[in-house]
């Protein structure tokens, strides 16, 4: 992956090709083979030390030079397909016709910026271009079956442990203007391979990116009713003192703050 670190020009041409090959020929083994070996047919097989191990000895250096993905509120989403430049195409899920383990929606993958030439070359049969009215749709009908989006991101070196660029609505608000972004995904606990790797093999091991947002609990507003904690596919949250508070790492999913009855949940900026 690091040829593709470089200077503009030819970079951008080689992180082109290596993003189609990406799609074309490694993308759906690996989540094939990682969901089985976590939570399908070979789930046993997986449990093992030596699969662990080597699961673990993988894991990191692919989520730090290859593929990983930071979550975002649904609101922010729908803000940045609205300022976001160029095509966008949808097609299946790659985890869910990867491994046919989840009844979601299947046809939820948003590709974006050098996404859009990769997968629709790749599978010119499966990907459809579309309006960022449609996408918006398709982003609103996930958020409310209780999915959370996240950012996925080709060749993310340098992004690890670094906050967001900027605060403003547009595209270089994530560091767009790298064009490493490449797909907006609409996730769930029983089907995004990347999510169960994260939450199997742990964020050392396979690391999602640090979240635009964090969650912030109003106590004054708060009934501690739990179901922020529901919400959470983090296991971020818990309730002490009867309020919710954050017990770990928060990733700026935003689901806590959707489920919150109260609306005692805000998404501020990380560090704002």
């Known amino acids: 992956m690091g040829l593709v670190h470089g200077a503009e020009g030819e970079v951008s041409r080689l992180r082109r090709w290596s993003l189609y090959l990406f799609a074309r020929y490694l993308e759906m083994p690996l989540l094939a083979a990682s969901y089985h070996l976590l939570r399908g047919r070979y789930r046993r097989l997986g449990q093992s030390r030596a699969v662990r191990a080597l699961g673990t000895a993988l894991g990191g250096p692919f989520a730090y030079a290859g593929d990983t993905a930071r979550a975002l509120p649904a609101p922010r989403v729908l803000e940045m397909i609205e300022a976001l430049p160029g095509q966008i195409a949808v097609g299946p899920c790659r985890c869910r016709a990867a491994h046919r383990g989840c009844d979601h929606p299947l046809e939820t993958d948003l590709v974006i910026h050098a996404g859009v030439e990769a997968w629709t070359r790749a599978f010119p049969d499966e990907y459809r271009v579309i309006d960022s009215a449609e996408a918006q749709r398709i982003v609103r009908t996930c958020s409310q079956l209780g999915m959370w989006h996240m950012i996925f991101v080709h060749c993310p070196i340098?992004?690890?442990?670094?906050?967001?660029?900027?605060?403003?609505?547009?595209?270089?608000?994530?560091?767009?203007?790298?064009?490493?972004?490449?797909?907006?995904?609409?996730?769930?606990?029983?089907?995004?391979?990347?999510?169960?790797?994260?939450?199997?093999?742990?964020?050392?091991?396979?690391?999602?990116?640090?979240?635009?947002?964090?969650?912030?609990?109003?106590?004054?507003?708060?009934?501690?009713?739990?179901?922020?904690?529901?919400?959470?596919?983090?296991?971020?949250?818990?309730?002490?003192?009867?309020?919710?508070?954050?017990?770990?790492?928060?990733?700026?999913?935003?689901?806590?703050?959707?489920?919150?009855?109260?609306?005692?949940?805000?998404?501020?900026?990380?560090?704002?």
């Open 158 to 272: 340098g992004q690890h442990g670094r906050g967001p660029k900027g605060h403003d609505h547009g595209p270089s608000a994530l560091g767009w203007d790298l064009g490493h972004e490449y797909v907006i995904c609409n996730c769930c606990t029983c089907g995004c391979v990347p999510y169960i790797l994260n939450r199997e093999l742990g964020q050392r091991f396979y690391p999602l990116l640090q979240g635009e947002y964090v969650a912030h609990t109003e106590a004054g507003r708060c009934t501690g009713d739990g179901a922020c904690l529901a919400a959470c596919p983090f296991q971020a949250r818990a309730v002490v003192d009867g309020h919710a508070v954050l017990a770990d790492t928060c990733f700026g999913c935003g689901l806590c703050a959707a489920a919150c009855p109260e609306g005692a949940i805000t998404m501020q900026l990380r560090g704002g």
